[in-house]
């Protein structure tokens, strides 16, 4: 039987469903080439059902809401976003050939770019755009910012029992497990730093207002829980950004039932 995961909610599942989203939006068929570089394309089943619009709205929302930016569109597309026009990036191109090809380009893509800059008004987002180009730019246009094990140790507040006590000794043996687990981890690839972040708070990136409340990591002492023998797998609670770490004596059984978890689990943190 599974366990019912708390009724507070504070943001995870909304985290995760935003990711989610923007995931889909970058793989869908508005969107065309490099999986960091992406370009408007035309999709006239998009256009005529105004996602585009949609996706610019969907964009917004996530920015304001504690959801990861979209962080996969062309320094091109962004730049028009800025402009609000073609028309003055154009007037820049020299060669009479290249300015005919982009034109028609652009003159293609014009009606979805249109709609989703539309989107992009929600909340007010676009005019903080136009406003800030600078600081939003690392937002839509990819860079390389891979998150390190010292940078995920730091995001997680660990709470530990009182000094002196049984309970403290083993929680302060696991928090090395931990850290030991996030310097493999960052070992293996900046991937699987991103599936800790996303098990335990539902983002898998650090959102661009932070995270509320702040995430944290606790531990299963036996007795404390509803649980019929000693747990063995890592509990997270996306509602509230906690990870709770089951108190195993060795490093080996620690990594292999996480690394379990990682790979099992399908929303919410829920092992």
């Not at 995870?12 to 989610?20: A, T």
């Not at 490093?251 to 689990?265: H, I, R, S």
């Given at each position: 039987?599974?366990?019912?995961?708390?009724?507070i909610d504070?943001?995870g599942?909304?985290r995760e469903?935003?990711r989610?989203?923007?995931?889909?939006?970058?793989?869908s068929p508005?969107?065309?080439?490099?999986?960091?570089?992406?370009?408007?394309?035309?999709?006239?089943?998009?256009?005529?059902?105004?996602?585009?619009?949609?996706?610019?709205?969907?964009?917004?929302v996530?920015l304001?809401?504690?959801?990861?930016?979209p962080?996969?569109?062309?320094?091109?597309?962004?730049?028009?976003?800025?402009?609000?026009?073609?028309n003055?990036?154009?007037?820049?191109?020299?060669?009479?050939?290249?300015?005919?090809?982009?034109r028609?380009v652009?003159?293609?893509?014009?009606?979805?770019?249109?709609r989703?800059?539309?989107?992009?008004?929600?909340?007010?987002?676009?005019?903080?755009?136009?406003k800030?180009?600078?600081?939003?730019?690392?937002?839509?246009?990819?860079?390389?910012?891979?998150?390190?094990?010292?940078?995920?140790?730091?995001?997680?507040?660990?709470?530990?029992?009182p000094?002196?006590?049984?309970?403290?000794?083993?929680?302060?043996?696991?928090?090395t497990y931990?850290r030991?687990?996030l310097?493999?981890?960052?070992?293996?690839g900046?991937?699987?730093?991103?599936?800790?972040?996303?098990?335990a708070?539902?983002?898998?990136?650090?959102?661009?207002i932070?995270?509320s409340?702040?995430?944290?990591?606790k531990?299963?002492?036996n007795?404390?829980?509803?649980?019929?023998?000693?747990?063995?797998?890592?509990?997270?609670?996306?509602?509230?950004?906690c990870?709770?770490?089951?108190?195993?004596?060795?490093?080996?059984?620690?990594?292999?039932?996480?690394?379990?978890?990682?790979?099992?689990?399908?929303?919410?943190?829920?092992?």
């Amino acid at each position: 039987m599974g366990r019912q995961e708390e009724g507070i909610d504070l943001g995870g599942p909304r985290r995760e469903y935003l990711r989610l989203l923007m995931e889909t939006i970058a793989g869908s068929p508005m969107f065309e080439g490099k999986e960091n570089c992406k370009s408007l394309a035309l999709d006239s089943t998009s256009l005529r059902e105004d996602r585009y619009y949609l996706a610019g709205r969907a964009i917004a929302v996530s920015l304001v809401h504690g959801g990861p930016p979209p962080t996969v569109l062309s320094p091109t597309i962004f730049s028009l976003l800025v402009k609000g026009s073609a028309n003055p990036a154009l007037e820049e191109i020299a060669d009479p050939e290249l300015l005919n090809k982009v034109r028609k380009v652009v003159h293609r893509v014009q009606g979805p770019f249109q709609r989703f800059c539309e989107g992009m008004k929600t909340l007010g987002v676009l005019d903080a755009v136009r406003k800030h180009p600078d600081s939003f730019k690392p937002l839509f246009c990819y860079e390389e910012h891979l998150l390190s094990a010292d940078q995920m140790d730091n995001l997680f507040i660990i709470q530990l029992s009182p000094e002196g006590s049984n309970k403290r000794t083993a929680g302060e043996r696991v928090v090395t497990y931990w850290r030991d687990y996030l310097q493999d981890a960052e070992e293996e690839g900046p991937t699987k730093v991103q599936k800790i972040l996303a098990f335990a708070t539902g983002a898998s990136v650090v959102p661009p207002i932070g995270f509320s409340p702040t995430p944290s990591v606790k531990f299963i002492h036996n007795g404390e829980d509803d649980f019929a023998s000693t747990p063995l797998f890592p509990i997270a609670s996306t509602c509230v950004n906690c990870i709770r770490l089951p108190l195993h004596v060795s490093y080996e059984v620690f990594k292999d039932k996480f690394d379990f978890a990682l790979g099992n689990t399908y929303g919410f943190g829920r092992s």
